[in-house]
Nanobody, 115 residues
Framework: QVHIVESGGGLVQPGGSLTLSCEVS????????ISWFRQDAGNKRELVAV???????NYGDSVKGRFTISRDSAKKSVSLQMTSLKPDKASLHYC?????????WGQGTQVIVSS
């Protein structure tokens, strides 16, 4: 059974930083691409960042240069370092795990960027 646990969300002031973590179990971690998506009320989920099986990364245009995604195979986790955060309404950040056969979602962790 696949388990995805996201953590690290919270309230942060504009210009601040936050690091999200996604811990995964129940799959062969090194065979999965891991992504972070965000979704706020009334809008569809949008890609924030993705890290492939071999460590290649890609970012949404709005976060390039400010966010960094990384993976730790020993801990079976992926981190998303978010810096220079811009004011934003409350949003859920979801961890997505994509294998050759399945697509899994976590429950999400909330992020609010506000003064």
């Amino acid at each position: 059974q696949v388990h995805i646990v996201e953590s690290g969300g919270g309230l942060v002031q504009p210009g601040g930083s936050l690091t999200l973590s996604c811990e995964v179990s129940g799959i062969t971690f090194n065979r999965a691409a891991i992504s972070w998506f965000r979704q706020d009320a009334g809008n569809k989920r949008e890609l924030v960042a993705v890290i492939g099986r071999s460590g290649g990364t890609n970012y949404g245009d709005s976060v390039k240069g400010r966010f960094t995604i990384s993976r730790d195979s020993a801990k079976k986790s992926v981190s998303l370092q978010m810096t220079s955060l811009k004011p934003d309404k409350a949003s859920l950040h979801y961890c997505n795990v994509l294998t050759a056969l399945e697509n899994y979602w976590g429950q999400g962790t909330q992020v609010i960027v506000s003064s």
